[in-house]
């Protein structure tokens, strides 16, 4: 697909009458970049891009219908025909056994969680693959957006994805996005125990004929399930996660929690930098040292 798009490209530009060099200086862009596109060498497009090109080609949003294809490129090939369907779904419930969503995940957390794994290839393809996940978020802010219900797992809270800082803010998006009248949020505690969908993730697409496809997921592989027999175990498997989570509001206060837990972690040193503190206050000329407030208490004078 991608060197589809660069030969359209190609095409529409030579019709154009442009160079490369130009064609870049249109949508802002250096001319090797172009050569990189027509070639379907280097980076892929962004989204940004290819409806500069489309603008400045008048394309009449060929280029723009071509780039989805181009995108998912960028993922393994058992994730393409999931993310064909999650697009056209009027309903997703997906069960979150490690990690947010990738439909609710902040740039920060998603550029954590993409930036590791055995089929990225290079720092390229992670910035593809970053810019295809929040494009494809867009469609839960559309007119036909879907229904959404997910159950996190609470190692989803718990896991720190980049830091503390990026918890954090993935919290408050989360609580955003719960507050939203389409998405529910809920949260199954450690305390449930075991479940049928231990071991990896769950989601639930219902489509526009009313038909359901489930797909399952671990860190390197994918299957989707189209068997209506098959469909219907997992939906009842779903059914009893919903049942055991906690119920929305109260999953909101747990993830209100978190987050707060991950403000406060992101402002008190370790342990070890705390003893390090301690032995620089220690040393410093005429016995300073620190109290628990971090008042300073001056040294006793000699010869009193």
């Not at 529409?12 to 160079?19: D, E, H, I, S, Y």
């Amino acid at each position: 697909m991608s060197a589809l798009f660069g030969a359209r490209v190609l095409r529409l530009r030579k019709a154009a009458g442009l160079t490369q060099a130009e064609l870049g200086a249109r949508v802002h862009v250096v001319g090797t970049r172009i050569t990189q596109i027509e070639r379907a060498s280097g980076a892929r497009p962004t989204r940004e891009l290819a409806q500069a090109l489309d603008a400045a080609l008048q394309a009449d949003h060929l280029l723009i219908d071509l780039w989805p294809y181009v995108y998912r490129e960028a993922f393994p090939d058992w994730s393409r025909k999931f993310m064909e369907h999650s697009e056209v779904a009027v309903s997703i419930r997906q069960y979150a056994a490690h990690l947010v969503p990738g439909l609710l995940q902040t740039e920060a957390y998603a550029r954590a969680v993409l930036g590791v794994g055995r089929t990225l290839e290079g720092p390229e393809q992670l910035e593809e693959r970053v810019a295809a996940r929040l494009a494809r978020q867009s469609r839960l802010h559309g007119p036909d957006r879907p229904d959404m219900w997910a159950v996190l797992d609470e190692a989803v809270l718990r896991r720190s994805i980049g830091g503390s800082e990026v918890v954090a803010e993935q919290m408050s998006v989360l609580l955003e996005a719960a507050a939203q009248r389409h998405i529910t949020l809920q949260v199954l505690p450690f305390d449930q125990g075991a479940h049928d969908v231990m071991g990896g993730s769950l989601t639930l697409l219902t489509m526009p004929d009313g038909s359901e496809i489930a797909y399952t997921e671990g860190a390197h592989y994918g299957q989707l399930i189209e068997e209506p027999d098959e469909v219907r175990a997992f939906a009842l498997a779903y059914d009893r996660l919903r049942a055991a989570a906690l119920p929305p509001l109260m999953s909101r206060d747990m993830i209100r929690s978190v987050r707060e837990a991950n403000h406060r972690g992101a402002k008190v040193p370790s342990p070890a930098d705390r003893r390090r503190l301690a032995q620089k206050q220690l040393q410093q000329p005429g016995g300073r040292q620190l109290r628990g407030g971090g008042r300073r208490v001056p040294g006793r004078r000699a010869g009193t």
